[in-house]
């Protein structure tokens, strides 16, 4: 059974660099068939899709983030990352890693626990 | 704005069927497949419909979905105090170039 493991600072200060990773056991992000994603969901409020990356590098992200964010692999760690420039209070939330699949549509069969991330100085 | 539209909640007595909406547009729900969530309290969310109206192994079949024009919607038969929840639509908008997520619907078992 695939299990993914969201891990980083819990509380970064405001204008930092919010950084998590997402450790995939049970699986492979080499393989071919899908995507890695990150999404998020502030406290009390619904879901956000923040960007998802194939394990060759390609990336694509949320146009409303996009200038403030880096998603990356590392097959040889077999985990991914989020990287979140420039953070605000308005960027605490729970961060979700999950696996993205494309079947006909998109779709994100497995997801992490979550991590709270808290920014405040 | 929201591009997925949801009711805030909707509430059944168990046993009894509810069903939820997801108002979209063509640039999403029309021309792309659409998945649905459930997310129990304090846990992550959890794929119960993707592609339109196909269910993940292990996804009882009381849980239906369906897609009409730029509409969706999840159907839950047998209620159970168990599916209390927030449920989340979600597909892909082409103009915006972005998964899209709708507004979630909390379910409540009388």
């Known amino acids: 059974q695939l299990q993914l493991q969201e891990s980083g600072p819990r509380l970064v200060k405001p204008s930092e660099t919010l950084s998590l990773t997402c450790s995939v056991s049970g699986g492979s992000i080499s393989s071919t068939s899908y995507f890695w994603a990150w999404i998020r969901q502030p406290p009390g409020k619904g879901l956000e899709w923040i960007g998802s990356?194939?394990?060759?590098?390609?990336?694509y992200y949320n146009p409303s983030l996009k200038s403030r964010v880096t998603i990356s692999a590392d097959t040889s760690k077999n985990h991914f990352s989020l990287e979140l420039y420039s953070v605000a209070a308005a960027d605490t939330a729970v961060y979700y890693c999950?696996?993205?699949?494309?079947?006909?549509?998109?779709?994100?069969?497995?997801w992490g626990q979550g991590t709270l991330v808290t920014v405040s100085s | 704005q929201p591009v997925l539209t949801q009711p805030p909640s909707v509430s059944a007595a168990p046993r009894q069927k509810v069903t939820i909406s997801c108002s979209g547009s063509?640039?999403?729900?029309?021309?792309?497949?659409v998945s649905w969530y459930q997310q129990l309290p304090g846990t992550a969310p959890k794929l119960l419909i993707y592609d339109n109206n196909k269910r993940p192994s292990g996804i009882p079949d009381r849980f239906s979905g369906s897609k009409s024009g730029t509409s969706a919607t999840l159907g839950i038969t047998g209620l159970q105090t168990g599916d209390e929840a927030d449920y989340y639509c979600g597909t892909w908008d082409s103009s915006l170039s972005a998964y899209v997520f709708g507004t979630g619907t909390k379910v409540t078992v009388l």
């Open positions: 990356v194939y394990y060759r590098g390609n990336t």
């Open positions: 063509s640039s999403n729900i029309a021309n792309n497949f």
């Open positions: 999950a696996q993205e699949g494309y079947s006909q549509g998109r779709n994100f069969a497995f």
